[in-house]
């Protein structure tokens, strides 16, 4: 079982910047890769970010050279640095883990995830 918590959602203004959290407990040696999706209202969930065991990374279009993701030397939390935030960033963010292999997209018998929480970009 893992168990994930997101932090560090909140209010902010456009071209602002935000840093999420989610820190990792419990068995996760089968969630190597870890990242982020987020939902706005009215709208599908979507992927924003990937990092796997290696380092390697994935980000949507809309949010390359504004998001950077990362992990710990633990591989046992991950951040998402928002910067030059647009209200179109507005949503839910949650953190997901998933096995070291597949992508973080993949539905899998070992999926996790975190409770999300709330961006919210003013115009």
């Known amino acids: 079982q893992v168990q994930l918590v997101e932090s560090g959602g909140g209010l902010v203004q456009t071209g602002g910047s935000l840093r999420l959290s989610c820190a990792a407990s419990?068995?996760?040696?089968?969630?190597?890769?870890m990242g982020w999706f987020r939902q706005a209202p009215g709208k599908e969930r979507e992927f924003v970010a990937a990092i796997r065991w290696s380092g390697s990374t994935d980000y949507t279009d809309s949010v390359k050279g504004r998001f950077t993701i990362s992990r710990d030397n633990a591989k046992n939390t991950v951040a998402l640095q928002m910067n030059s935030l647009k209200p179109e960033d507005t949503g839910v963010y949650y953190c997901k883990a998933g096995p070291a292999g597949y992508l973080l997209t993949d539905r899998t018998n070992y999926d996790y995830w975190g409770q999300g929480t709330q961006v919210t970009v003013s115009s």
């Open positions: 419990g068995r996760t040696f089968s969630s190597s890769t």
